[in-house]
């Protein structure tokens, strides 16, 4: 299995920026790409940013221009640059791993808060 811990959330005004970032340790082999999905309070768990071990690059439309996703392999992290933040940007974000053999890994969340 992999085990993900991310980093770096918090309480930022609107026009601000924050970094996210995910460790991934254990089978890190299996990993064939790295995401960040973001919750706002009583919605669902959507796809923010995905990076695939080959590079491959895909963002929401809502965060494309504004969020830039990143990977440091000799690291084993994948990191969520935020800029321009948005009220509706505020969520709990969370790391996520997919990958042979069913791989399908989460971390535990880190709240972003963003205030007007």
């Known amino acids: 299995q992999v085990q993900l811990v991310e980093s770096g959330g918090g309480l930022v005004q609107a026009g601000g920026s924050l970094r996210l970032s995910c460790a991934a340790s254990?089978?890190?082999?299996?990993?064939?790409?790295m995401r960040w999905y973001r919750q706002a309070p009583g919605k669902e768990r959507d796809m923010v940013a995905t990076?695939?071990?080959?590079?491959?690059?895909n963002y929401a439309d809502s965060v494309k221009g504004r969020f830039t996703i990143s990977r440091d392999n000799a690291k084993n992290t994948v990191d969520l640059q935020m800029n321009i933040l948005k009220v509706e940007d505020t969520g709990v974000y969370y790391c996520?791993?997919?990958?042979?053999?069913?791989?399908?890994?989460w971390g535990q969340g880190t709240q972003v808060t963003v205030s007007s």
């Open positions: 990076i695939t071990m080959r590079g491959f690059i």
């Open positions: 254990g089978s890190i082999a299996r990993i064939t790409a």
């Open positions: 996520n791993v997919v990958g042979v053999w069913g791989l399908d890994a």
